[in-house]
């Protein structure tokens, strides 16, 4: 934004004053004129001697009072000795009034007209805006003052705003449909199948539908949590746990899983103090930045969990050796639906919301969640979580 702009008060209060005081140096300079040009005049037609005369009078007029007023009244007129304004004074004055009233309303509508232009300009975006057109901006006024150029240019953001969320709206409502018909389709065919005599009714076929019905609710758990989050109402349970032994726990429940993918979770955790978190949201997270390695990471890889203190709370370090992930995948990779190339395969269980959910659950606790490409290779993703107050 221009720093050149006034504040809305000074531009206003400005551009007032400044007519107002122009108005009056206007008359009164017209009027300084008047008698100036007229004193010349007369000066000018005088003789000589009785000019040297009127000069003296000027400097002195109690030398002879009769003498100077005659003078006056014989070359100014009787009516400039008169102790009350001439009539031609003031009809000068009315045609100077007259003449700068329409001066002033003109002035007025030019100096106001930026200040109209940054409405009007603002009434016809946000008149798009309530038809859908979330992308329109309204154009800055280069001479408006700083508050309605600040006020446009926030318009302006928001607008940006709305249509990257109404974007990702779009794509989050086609992928959801994707993802839940997908797992309904499965078992819906399943059970049509063993119904038409094509699969036999037994426990195995059966376990197959609860298979995919079972995805099907831990997809709309995952949005619901999701949609909480959104809304500002994921509830948190807070309590004081302890951060290494939260990964512990959670490495332990995965180490099945870790055995069979042949990968090592190695936690570098001394015993910190006390954090004031929901123990099962963090849990969550924790689990789901393992089995995201888990499935992804290269057979005979490790994983390494590091925890630190940190001057605001703590930060969690999970860096793998595995195959990583797409540079252009790292801005997107914290989105809804979102996977990257090595693991679009529906079968490696992830339904593309784990991620989103470790965010939510993150910034719910007032920290974040960020992933970066190390120069050795793998995948580095790291969770910052402040401390909190037990009484806030």
Not at 137 to 152: D, I, Y
Not at 341 to 370: F, K, N, V, Y
Request: glycine share 8%; hydrophobic share 45%; proline share 5%.
């Amino acid at each position: 934004m221009n720093n050149n702009h006034q504040s809305l008060w000074r531009w206003i209060c400005g551009r007032i004053i400044s007519l107002a005081v122009g108005a009056v140096i206007v008359i009164a300079v017209c009027m300084w004129l008047r008698f100036a040009v007229q004193n010349y005049w007369n000066l000018h037609r005088m003789p000589p001697a009785l000019r040297d005369e009127f000069l003296r009078l000027v400097d002195n007029p109690q030398a002879d009072p009769a003498r100077f007023h005659y003078i006056v009244d014989t070359w100014w007129g009787l009516n400039y000795s008169t102790p009350s304004i001439a009539s031609g004074d003031w009809l000068l004055l009315s045609v100077l009034v007259l003449v700068m009233i329409p001066f002033i309303v003109f002035m007025g509508l030019k100096y106001a007209r930026p200040l109209s232009a940054q409405f009007s300009q603002l009434r016809e975006a946000a008149e798009e805006v309530t038809q859908g057109e979330f992308g329109r901006q309204a154009e800055l006024v280069r001479e408006a003052p700083a508050e309605m150029v600040r006020f446009a240019s926030d318009f302006n953001a928001m607008t940006r705003q709305l249509a990257r969320y109404e974007k990702e709206l779009r794509a989050s409502h086609v992928a959801m449909a994707h993802e839940l018909r997908s797992p309904l389709t499965a078992a819906m065919g399943r059970l049509q199948g063993m119904l038409d005599g094509v699969f036999p009714s037994d426990p195995q076929q059966l376990a197959m539908v609860m298979k995919q019905l079972q995805l099907l609710n831990r997809l709309t758990d995952e949005l619901h949590l999701l949609s909480l989050a959104d809304a500002g109402q994921l509830i948190l349970d807070r309590e004081a746990i302890s951060l290494d032994e939260l990964l512990r726990e959670r490495a332990a429940w995965l180490k099945p899983q870790a055995d069979a993918a042949g990968i090592s979770v190695i936690i570098h955790a001394a015993p910190a103090s006390p954090l004031y978190a929901d123990p099962l949201r963090l849990g969550q997270v924790f689990t789901v930045l393992m089995e995201n390695t888990l499935r992804y990471g290269k057979p005979g890889g490790r994983l390494d969990i590091r925890l630190h203190p940190t001057a605001e709370g703590y930060r969690i370090d999970f860096q793998d050796d595995g195959p990583g992930v797409a540079e252009s995948f790292l801005p997107v990779m914290f989105e809804r639906f979102t996977r990257a190339e090595t693991s679009r395969a529906r079968h490696s269980g992830g339904s593309g919301l784990g991620l989103s959910i470790a965010r939510a659950i993150c910034q719910a606790h007032g920290g974040d969640i960020q992933a970066a490409l190390p120069e050795g290779g793998g995948l580095w993703i790291g969770v910052t979580l402040p401390t909190v107050d037990a009484s806030q």
